[in-house]
């Protein structure tokens, strides 16, 4: 019989209050409690086709694991958790599940899905509260080293998956911390650095080396992994740093910034806590944010926290076409953010020192669907208007960072410069390197990294214990 469904709408997550958190970098969502997390799980009818673990990169078995929740049994419901995914408090909070599992969720064919991230998030926190461990025995170890290139989410879960193999694993991370974009690009308030900070510790309990201030491309080759530190093979996921700004006038003056510098400076570097921090920012009372992802939302609120009395996010297109998380761009609404559609900027403008008055902007309505399929913006003529801003933050994509491909010239690279990798495998044309993460999409999602680890993990593994000795393809994985 089937299950009745009482309950048809997700139970809301508390939040800290819109008004206070504008004005700190404590996290804005305060996660389930036990009796909702219960609540939330009991809404999931356990259908037979399961269609939400097809939507998961990583595979999670998530119907078993959230029965597990609705029959209280929270460490059974953490094991199976990790049993597919290394970084459970980090997806339960920033991956996009609305795209992924709950998207495919039975329950919302009538109503609205099963809250599986929050969910996910409640049971993370909670074998971390209580100290839940995952006590799976590791496999004996092979002889096997893996060089892993970034410790960012794909470069975390290859590291883990091949850790639990017996694969001697060691992660080269280029920043004085590890966690990638987790830890430079992801706000205070939406992802705590203890969060991170606590996931990566379990990786080193299952035997994962990690090297910071470590850039291979300068200290050591790819081939020199190779050849003078004995890595059998390599797995680059140093994802998509490289700022993208537009070709308009006034880009160098001072109070410009790409997201990708500005998030670092005050989340890797703590520039909001200046001057106990030696990081120094500049913070601006008028500050516009261009884009319509999650890393313009991340950037603009994190104006606001910083003090300014006008945080603007400027997007050429609607609300309907935005990237961004639709919870993301309602939070940010909430505190205050003031979002202007249909507009682009044209040029940056200067006062007498060079540094930005104002920012000139152009009309734009929506023409057809372009490649994405988005609709494309078209500029409205003689549409031109004016607006008083101090800084300008752009975040409106990323590209590769040329320093692998210009040290390892043999490694394919597409005309973004992204490497050329196997989708299934990660397996590049150079025998013994892999690649997967941002570095071959462009930018994705956490999770969506995190499932390209896993695959490689597998074609790792299997190359290990036999690698091609002449020749080698990508399907020989």
């Known amino acids: 019989m089937a299950k009745k469904i009482t309950q048809k709408t997700k139970n809301a997550m508390p939040l800290q209050d819109a008004v206070a958190r504008a004005h700190n970098f404590e996290e804005v969502a305060l996660g389930y409690p036990v009796d ?165 510790e379990a990786l080193k309990r299952i035997g994962v080396e990690i090297k910071t201030n470590h850039v291979i491309g300068q200290i050591f080759t790819v081939d020199e992994l190779f050849t003078e530190l004995g890595f059998e093979a390599v797995f680059i996921a140093t994802g998509a740093g490289l700022p993208t700004f537009p070709k308009i006038p006034g880009i160098n003056l001072i109070g410009v910034y790409s997201a990708n510098e500005y998030l670092t400076r005050s989340n890797l570097m703590k520039a909001y806590l200046f001057p106990v921090s030696d990081t120094p920012t500049i913070r601006g009372k008028n500050v516009a944010v261009i884009g319509g992802g999650n890393t313009a939302m991340d950037a603009v609120r994190t104006a606001l926290r910083l003090g300014a009395d006008n945080a603007y996010l400027v997007y050429r297109r609607t609300r309907r076409e935005m990237p961004a998380r639709r919870e993301e761009v309602e939070h940010a609404e909430e505190e205050g953010v003031q979002i202007m559609m249909l507009a682009a900027p044209t040029a940056i403008l200067a006062d007498e020192h060079s540094r930005v008055r104002a920012m000139r902007c152009i009309r734009m309505e929506l023409g057809e669907p372009d490649s994405s399929g988005r609709r494309s913006p078209v500029p409205q003529k003689g549409s031109e208007f004016d607006i008083e801003v101090d800084t300008v933050v752009f975040a409106i994509g990323q590209g590769a960072n040329p320093l692998i491909r210009n040290t390892t010239p043999d490694l394919p690279v597409n005309k973004w410069g992204n490497i050329l990798a196997d989708d299934a495998t990660g397996a590049t044309q150079k025998p013994g390197v892999f690649a997967g993460g941002d570095i071959v999409t462009g930018g994705a999602t956490v999770i969506s990294a995190m499932g390209a680890g896993r695959k490689a993990a597998r074609a790792i593994d299997r190359y290990l214990k036999n690698p091609s000795a002449d020749g080698y393809s990508p399907t020989d994985v």
Request: proline residues 8%; negative net charge; hydrophobic residues 40%.
């Open 36 to 200: 909702l997390a219960v609540l939330e799980a009991q809404r999931c009818i356990q259908c037979k086709n399961y269609p939400c673990v097809s939507g998961c990169p990583v595979e999670i078995d998530i119907p078993k694991f959230i029965q597990e929740v609705a029959e209280r049994n929270f460490e059974g419901a953490f094991k199976t958790l990790m049993d597919r995914n290394v970084l459970p408090a980090i997806c339960g909070r920033v991956c996009p599940q609305e795209e992924q599992c709950e998207v495919k969720c039975t329950l919302g064919v009538k109503f609205e899905p099963v809250a599986i991230g929050r969910i996910e998030r409640f049971v993370a926190d909670y074998a971390s509260l209580l100290k839940f461990a995952d006590d799976t025995p590791p496999a004996p170890p092979t002889g096997h080293k893996v060089a892993v290139v970034g410790s960012g989410p794909a470069g975390l879960t290859v590291a883990a998956d091949l850790a639990k193999m017996g694969h001697g694993v060691t992660i080269f991370e280029a920043l004085h911390k590890a966690g990638g974009v987790l830890v430079y690009g992801i706000p205070e308030f939406r992802l705590p650095k203890a969060i991170v900070a606590g996931e990566i």
